[in-house]
């Protein structure tokens, strides 16, 4: 309904319906109590908030909600052994709490973030709390993340709410259509750069837009994915019929009867034209070339056709000093020692198949170490299904078994000092591939293209002739 | 949680924007779960590759050995919501960051482990710097959350601002979830209601 002349705006946003749809109560100190409808626990927190619900004798409440996931320091070379103290210290837990448990060698393993959507457990218009700075990735569904530390994470164990403050409100026009090669990833890392680290500070952001529309569902949890990247608290894209369809079926979706009213709720799910942000943003993506960080946080990217800057900030030649870049040339032909393709921001399928089409009939470049690591043991089951794993292995990739491995390096997937990396994961920050490491970010497309040619390349001059 | 109601000591300035959780806590020291948190707080500004202190790294200059103060630039803390990066703070002897904008994870958390984040406005911050940055850790500051405070040699005295719940949590210890429990009600009539209009919000979730 339209305000009346002189009225104030009555429409909801995205964000509004499923907030207040969720609202319990508010707390005596002012924060707003937001029921959790699913709560995933990954193992580099777990023991210690299971240790903390011990010692201070809380019980889980609701333990048919809840869901633990083994991921950031599960080996993934083949034929290791799936272990380490954290998955150890998780497994007996989860059994000491009797809530479900994605073991390492279960069927359904993989990074929290990706298993979840895979599962059905992240939905359109539920909330979601994770322990993890990237929850956001499943607002890609229309589904409320909201990640959180290890006290917060006892607390919503605990009480199965989460006591927040109503953030403020951004959103995220995207128009135009991205041009061939150029895919999500390059238009989270272009967003970055435009907007600044910490330009989502205290706001719930909604990615908006036709070219938004046009993406797979994969690639809207990419952008998603880097949120917090910009400071995002949370974000949320409107679910459509790409969303619902990639939805049913899933093992925790509804069925039937109750399907279709999930359906007609979540066609709700949109920002009523009506509505009011406290900012918006609009971001023309039809020029967006491959982007790739010259430096060590993510908005210091560039666009692979552009020069490193040269400007004598200390901030610009701190990091080109750690990173080893020349200011004012291109990175087009700087040599690379590894390549990674994996983690929550590219992991999933078709992150894997773009790769696996540069790759196909190609050879890693000699001296590049190449690694693929699927999301899940579903998406690599899938992607062999395929033949993609032989595409990769022939080409003298790695094929690994799913985890988070080298996005944050706690399994001890690390690079050597001074190497210097493509690698599609979310954070360029120093050492955080290992100490004295180089991160460069970039689509899986880009970072196949420099195994290949074993250094920088543009990977729109390997495009097919059809698609360029 | 520890009350916090003030502390005093040195003031060690860490004039660099968007420090990350990466730096504060490397993830060397997430992999084992008895790790030395204090021994891995900004470990690799704090000590070269093969081990030996940075002399030249603020917290490693002898007036700032165990400073409770950090006095920090925009944006501390982004990156990573890992609450091990306050537990290794805190470990070192932290125990209140000033800044100008602190990430928000990281500010949370802070509340939750007895660490007080006191945000200040760019002038005010300005003044904190020259203070800080004159006294070069030779004498103590003073930062009383009850008479919401910065004080300094000389009689100088700065206020800062803080939510009266925030503070009340701080100054109390109080228990978060002991305070949301108070709902509980609340929260058994919303799954009550959940179930009622949206069964499958409610429903427990099956692994395959």
Redesign the interface.
């Known amino acids: 309904m339209r305000p009346k002349p002189g009225e104030a705006p009555v429409g909801k946003t995205l964000f509004d319906k499923i907030w207040d749809f969720h609202h319990v109560a508010t707390r005596a100190d002012g924060r707003e109590l937001l029921y959790i409808d699913r709560h995933a626990v990954h193992e580099l927190h777990a023991p210690h908030a299971f240790g903390e619900m011990d010692a201070k004798g809380h019980t889980v409440r609701r333990r048919d909600l809840t869901l633990v996931v083994q991921d950031h320091t599960v080996p993934t070379r083949t034929g290791m052994p799936l272990r380490s103290a954290h998955i150890d210290a998780t497994r007996l837990a989860a059994q000491k709490h009797a809530v479900s448990l994605v073991d390492v060698a279960s069927p359904e393993h993989g990074i929290v973030h990706v298993v979840t959507p895979e599962l059905g457990i992240a939905l359109p218009g539920l909330t979601l709390a994770c322990p993890d700075s990237h929850a956001s990735t499943v607002g890609a569904l229309g589904c409320l993340a909201f990640g959180c530390g290890t006290t917060e994470l006892v607390h919503v164990l605990s009480t199965q709410v989460m006591a927040l403050t109503r953030p403020r409100q951004m959103r995220v026009n995207f128009t135009g259509r991205l041009a061939p090669g150029v895919g999500a990833k390059d238009l989270a890392l272009h967003l970055i750069r435009t907007v600044g680290v910490d330009a989502g500070r205290g706001h719930a952001i909604e990615y908006a837009g036709e070219a938004i529309r046009a993406l797979d569902i994969e690639a809207r949890m990419t952008l998603c994915n880097m949120t917090i990247e910009w400071g995002g608290r949370t974000c949320l894209v409107a679910p459509d019929e790409k969303t619902i369809a990639w939805c049913q079926g899933r093992a925790n979706a509804p069925s039937g009867a109750a399907w279709d009213e999930a359906v007609a709720w979540w066609r709700t799910l949109a920002t009523d034209a009506d509505a009011s942000f406290d900012r918006e943003i609009t971001i023309d993506c039809s020029d967006v070339a491959p982007q790739l960080t010259w430096g060590t946080d993510p908005s210091q990217a560039i666009g692979v056709d552009e020069p490193v800057p040269s400007d004598a900030q200390e901030r610009t030649t701190a990091a080109l000093g750690y990173m080893g870049v020349q200011p004012g040339a291109p990175l087009l032909g700087v040599p690379v020692d590894r390549v990674f393709i994996g983690s929550c921001s590219n992991s999933r399928l078709p992150d894997l198949r773009s790769a696996a089409a540069v790759v196909r009939g190609r050879k890693v470049a000699a001296g590049v170490k190449a690694i693929v690591v699927p999301g899940s043991s579903t998406i690599k089951r899938e992607a062999e299904r395929e033949g993609l794993d032989r595409i990769f292995l022939e080409a003298g990739f790695e094929w690994r078994n799913a985890g988070c491995s080298m996005c944050a390096g706690a399994n001890g997937d690390i690079g050597e000092p001074g190497e210097r990396v493509v690698s599609t994961t979310n954070r360029n920050f120093e050492n955080r591939q290992g100490r004295g490491v180089r991160t460069h970010l970039a689509s899986p497309v880009m970072a196949a293209a420099a195994a290949v040619a074993g250094r920088i390349v543009d990977v729109r001059d390997w495009l097919p002739a059809e698609t360029a | 949680m520890e009350p916090f109601r003030s502390v005093t000591g040195a003031a060690a300035p860490l004039p660099l924007?968007?420090v990350?959780t990466?730096?504060i806590i490397?993830?060397?020291w997430?992999?084992?779960?008895n790790a030395d948190m204090a021994e891995g707080f900004l470990a690799?500004m704090r000590r070269t590759?093969d081990g030996s202190p940075r002399s030249d790294f603020v917290l490693e200059r002898p007036q700032y050995a165990g400073a409770p103060i950090l006095v920090t630039g925009?944006?501390f803390g982004?990156?990573?919501?890992?609450?091990h990066a306050?537990w290794s703070m805190r470990a070192f002897g932290v125990r209140c960051v000033i800044g100008e904008?602190p990430?928000?994870?990281f500010r949370?958390?802070c509340l939750?482990?007895g660490v007080l984040p006191v945000t200040l406005d760019a002038e005010r911050m300005q003044r904190v710097w020259e203070l800080v940055e004159r006294v070069d850790g030779r004498e103590p500051l003073t930062v009383d959350l009850e008479a919401r405070e910065i004080r300094g040699p000389g009689g100088i005295s700065l206020a800062f601002e803080i939510?009266d719940?925030?503070r009340?949590?701080l100054l109390e210890g109080l228990d978060?979830?002991r305070?949301?429990?108070?709902?509980?009600p609340?929260?058994e009539a919303?799954?009550a209601r959940?179930a009622k209009v949206?069964?499958?919000?409610?429903?427990?979730?099956?692994?395959?």
């Open positions: 924007d968007d990350n990466d730096q490397p993830s060397a997430l992999k084992d779960l690799y590759p925009r944006n982004c990156g990573s919501s890992r609450e306050v904008s990430a928000e994870f949370e958390n939750k482990n939510g719940a925030e009340e949590a978060d979830i305070m949301t429990l108070k709902s509980l609340a929260i919303w799954e959940a949206r069964p499958f919000l409610q429903a427990a979730i099956r692994k395959a």
